[in-house]
């Protein structure tokens, strides 16, 4: 049973462009959402993150936004550069279950010069 | 300097065999955790120890066993090692157990033959 979706495997975006990765979970009880960075032969890395009681978080070219009623947040990168090329993670938790993160399968972004 | 380390990187034994992955943060965190990542590249979270105190336990076949000699290591110890086990396992910690926001190590690539 998947909590956590992320339905595209891939997305391609010529560079200067705005990405967009998208992300569903079906579980209701999960209270922060977060995103995560991965390139080949790396661990993840921490990139932005959203509580469930704002619906908008911004941090300079990255924004994650999350609609609750439809259990759906988005990853907005712009303007896209080619070093944003990595498979992205959307995640999340329930706060009081500790730090248990949920994963989706990955998107892999690559941003074409 | 690595924030979260794990040994070996790559890691190729044959069936039947016993090995451990190490894992160290020098982060100060109090919780650590071991996530696999398996072919069809889902995260999935294994254990979760605080302040060497194991806190989660998700449904492992009890052949993997942690060990937390200390809050800044953690380590996993597979014994009689399966095909199945092939996967790549990844370390993170955060601050504490009720933090959201974790760092992972790069990743130990497990090849059973």
């Known amino acids: ?113 | 300097d690595t924030a979260v380390s794990q040994t070996p990187k790559y890691l190729v034994t044959q069936m039947g065999n016993d090995k451990s992955i190490k894992c160290e943060q020098n982060l100060g965190h109090d919780t650590m955790y071991w996530y696999k990542q398996d072919s069809k590249k889902f995260l999935k979270i294994m254990f979760s120890y605080n302040n060497k105190e194991l806190i989660i336990n998700e449904t492992v076949p009890n052949r993997f066993s942690p060990k937390s000699p200390d809050k800044a290591h953690l380590n996993l110890h597979i014994n009689s090692l399966e095909l199945g086990d092939s996967a790549v396992y990844f370390c993170a910690s955060s601050r504490d157990w009720g933090n959201t926001e974790a760092f992972f190590g790069q990743g130990t690539r497990l090849t059973v033959v």
Request: with cysteine; charged share 20%; glycine share 8%.
């Open chain 1, 1 to 113: 049973d998947q909590q956590v979706k992320q339905n595209s495997p891939s997305l391609s975006v010529q560079e200067g462009r705005i990405s967009i990765l998208n992300c569903d979970y079906t579980n209701s009880m999960f209270d922060y959402f977060l995103w995560y960075k991965k390139y080949p032969a790396e661990g993840p890395t921490f990139l932005i993150s959203i509580s469930s009681i704002k619906d908008k978080n911004e941090d300079g070219r990255f924004t994650v936004f999350l609609n609750k009623s439809a259990k759906h947040l988005s990853l907005h990168i712009v303007p896209s550069q080619p070093g944003d090329s990595a498979v992205y993670f959307c995640a999340a938790l329930r706060t009081n279950q500790g730090g248990k993160l949920i994963f989706g399968q990955g998107t892999e972004l690559s941003v074409k010069p």
